[in-house]
């Protein structure tokens, strides 16, 4: 895949990409944003609401302007489309406090010695940094990311109904925000679903199928992945964006552990970006690869033939890829048949 060649410009502009991305979590900060959707849209308005100095919310909002996320008219300022989508708490959409996460002083730390993940081949961070027990900014990430999350859940269920098979029993693995195990019980009345992930993520999972209408029709199974009574059987296991935290060998022993769970004839639907096999394309997961070397001891963004590898090796028949939300993602599908489910029944016990 060929890239434009960098320039000088492109070289400076992305050894201060950190000014751009610290002006924006500032502005958050500050509810910058939905104080101009609220109607303070002069600077001595703005600096009233957001109980800051004049000069420094005029530099602020303007740098915004500057870099696309405000409009200026005269002296008022105005929010852009994607800002007044995304970036005004009053939206449906609002996706601002994923500053907490995505701006952290710990995925910051993990991005401040790349040298050092580079020549370690894993994190510097303290092994469970982020996916130790119970870390606290993936509560505030699941719950900023929910909204983001019930459009892709929406075109899971479509996808779902397009395959023309019904999910069943579910276990929502990681469910962070739990949209899609809750999309899928909300399309279809009879499924029920048991979210698993830290405690105080299945809070926010809790909240939110509590807000779709689900209860009596969910169970929470706290604890890590690897280790909590899955209980069981289910028809479908949901994994959504968790395989790529862990190593290969890891990822193999819990799609075992996720296939003992599976009721004859079930499937495990995982939500992956997935690489080419040159390794740098598409570019968004390519990029990704970085991000899980300086953030896990061995996580990694895979290949199709590195994740049919996985599941084959857990003991899954046939393994289907197929396009899903943005480019670099697919949906995977994975089966067990019930005459594979039943040569390997002694081995699961």
Request: hydrophobic share 45%.
């Amino acid at each position: 895949m060929t890239q434009p060649s960098p320039s000088p410009q492109t070289i400076f502009e992305t050894l201060t990409a950190y000014q751009k991305s610290a002006a924006l979590a500032g502005a958050i900060t500050l509810d910058l944003f939905t104080a101009i959707a609220a109607g303070a849209t002069s600077i001595e308005a703005l600096a009233k609401r957001c109980g800051v100095s004049d000069r420094g919310i005029r530099s602020l909002c303007d740098y915004l302007v500057a870099t696309g996320f405000l409009e200026k008219r005269g002296r008022l300022y105005g929010l852009t489309a994607g800002a007044a989508a995304y970036l005004d708490r009053a939206s449906d959409g609002y996706v601002g406090d994923a500053v907490e996460f995505l701006h952290s002083s710990e995925l910051q730390g993990a991005f401040a010695d790349v040298p050092g993940a580079v020549r370690r081949g894993g994190t510097v961070l303290e092994q469970d940094a982020f996916t130790g027990p119970d870390h606290p900014a993936w509560a505030a990430f699941a719950r900023a990311m929910a909204p983001m999350a019930t459009v892709l859940a929406q075109q899971l269920v479509a996808f779902i109904v397009g395959e023309g098979w019904t999910p069943g029993r579910v276990l929502d693995v990681s469910a962070g925000h739990g949209r899609y195990g809750i999309a899928l019980a909300t399309h279809w009345p009879e499924t029920s679903v048991a979210f698993q992930d830290w405690p105080t993520v299945l809070a926010v999972a809790a909240e939110q199928a509590r807000a779709a209408g689900l209860e009596g029709r969910y169970t929470l199974l706290p604890g890590s992945a690897f280790e909590v009574d899955l209980g069981g059987p289910y028809d479908t296991v949901l994994l959504p964006n968790f395989l790529h935290h862990f190593d290969r060998a890891a990822c193999t022993a819990l799609l075992r552990r996720l296939r003992a769970v599976l009721a004859p004839g079930g499937r495990i639907v995982a939500i992956e970006a997935v690489v080419d096999a040159d390794r740098v394309s598409p570019a968004p997961a390519a990029a990704f690869g970085l991000v899980m070397l300086v953030t896990t001891p061995g996580g990694d963004v895979y290949t199709r033939t590195e994740l049919e590898a996985m599941f084959h090796d857990a003991g899954f028949d046939r393994t289907v890829f197929r396009p899903f939300g943005e480019a670099h993602q697919q949906v995977i599908v994975s089966t067990l048949s019930n005459a594979h489910r039943s040569a390997i029944e002694p081995d699961l016990r």
